[in-house]
């Protein structure tokens, strides 16, 4: 059965790395982050990143799942690193997080507020207060860290109005806790916001290609493994919803111009590891290479392609999905996100691609996809702290404000730079 559909509507980050504030920032279906290095596009995508992951159980350690996520290792090295001298250091750092919940044809808006701060000799980051908005017609319910004075451990006070409970640790493994359940009365929203959202996370370090994998290779990476787990499985699949899967993948690549044909098959005997080679055939069907034959972009690219194939109402993250890739495959990414939007995901993608966000651009004007359902959220760095504002398009694809220096504009001024040299030279050459 089909999960409700979860969508991430919003958000706000306060005193987070290089964030004093965000400010509120709404959200649409497919997100691409723009900007400059440094300018805190990472920062944000891995708070977003953060939001669905403590969906998925944060663990012991309170609503959000921090220690799943390494760029936020300890409170002092996510705090914000920049304030004024005449203005005291941050003490804590805030983020907010609006989310969308449709379920049985009803949409419920959610506004989640976390208060988080530094606990424990090792500067463990930790919520230390939640604020939980559950819409106009249920009062909010706030959580806060404290002592349990009676079994001496670590606990949430739960409050809701007049109402009171505590949430041992062991019980607050997710966004909301469980707890929540008898002080909100709203039994069947969190029965809906405890179905876990599909969530696929594309990692700016991708594997290396390889002649064969055998998959009892200690060396083998855990997300190598997992891939080809996964691929070994799907190509001796005769489902339905497999085959579909497999024709994704296939279809992706060729979009890219990476490959004609691509495959994966066990070549070792039934007695011993399993060794799995990848073929693909990059100019055409008759000519087979392996994976490793066929250019570093294909498997750079690969997880990004079986990540998106086989989600499906879920999240798509990518970190920089543009690298190692051709300008011309660069710009394919965007229609491999259009499909995507088609089975109901929510992407959020950080780029430096011009011809990604071009190629976007062309697809709304084309009406493949609805200028409503975009949104480039540009970040800049000023004077050490990030700013960010978002673009929106209309029907031709025209954006709603001028694109960052040093974005669209560099071709142009690198063009007028080797003209302005060339003449230069010329003029030189005449003059002697």
């Known amino acids: 059965m089909a999960g409700p559909r979860q969508t991430l509507t919003g958000m706000r980050l306060r005193d987070l790395k290089s964030f004093s504030d965000s400010k509120s920032i709404k ?59 005449n203005s005291q250091r941050p003490s804590k750092i805030l983020l907010n997080y609006e989310w969308s919940l449709m379920a049985k044809g009803a949409e419920f808006v959610r506004d989640y507020e976390f208060e988080c701060a530094s606990q424990g000799s090792d500067d463990t980051i930790v919520v230390s207060k939640a604020n939980y908005g559950l819409g106009p017609k249920s009062p909010p319910i706030s959580a806060t ?111 890219l111009g990476l490959t004609q044909h691509f495959e994966v098959i066990q070549v070792s005997k039934r007695i011993g590891p399993k060794v799995v080679e990848i073929r693909v055939a990059p100019t055409s069907s008759r000519q087979k290479v392996t994976i490793a034959d066929a250019g570093f972009g294909l498997s750079q690219f690969l997880p990004l392609a079986v990540y998106d194939a086989r989600l499906s109402e879920g999240t798509l993250i990518a970190y920089q999905p543009e690298v190692h890739l051709h300008p011309f495959a660069q710009s394919r990414l965007a229609d491999v996100f259009v499909d995507s939007l088609s089975r109901g995901n929510q992407i959020f993608v950080e780029t430096h691609s011009v011809d990604l966000i071009l190629r976007l651009q062309a697809k709304i004007a084309e009406g493949s996809v609805k200028p409503e359902d975009v949104c480039v959220l540009c970040f800049e760095n000023n004077g050490g702290k990030s700013e960010v504002y978002q673009m929106e398009f209309d029907d031709s694809g025209k954006p709603s404000k001028p694109w960052p220096d040093g974005f669209l504009d560099t071709s142009l001024k690198l063009a007028r730079e080797l003209t302005s040299a060339r003449i230069q030279r010329l003029q030189s050459s005449s003059g002697s």
């Open 27 to 85: 959200l649409r279906s497919l997100n691409l982050l723009i900007g400059a290095n440094n300018a805190g596009k990472s920062t944000f995508l891995s708070a977003i990143e953060l939001f669905f992951r403590s969906m998925r159980g944060g663990g012991l350690g309170g609503p959000l799942a921090f220690s799943a996520m390494p760029s936020f290792t300890s409170f002092d090295s996510s705090l914000r690193r920049h304030w004024n001298r």
């Open 145 to 255: 860290l404290e002592i349990n004075p009676e079994s001496g451990r670590v606990a949430y006070l739960l409050k809701s109005g007049k109402k009171e409970a505590r949430a041992e640790d062991e019980w607050f493994h997710q966004l909301m806790p469980i707890d929540a359940m008898r002080l909100s009365g709203q039994r069947e929203h969190l029965f809906y916001a405890g179905r876990i959202t599909d969530l696929e996370v594309v990692n700016p370090y991708r594997p290396v290609p390889r002649s064969f994998y055998v998959l009892d290779d200690p060396n083998l990476a855990t997300e190598d493994r997992g891939i080809l787990t996964y691929l070994i499985r799907l190509w001796a699949s005769r489902d339905g919803e497999d085959k579909k899967v497999q024709q994704r993948i296939n279809a992706s690549l060729a979009k």
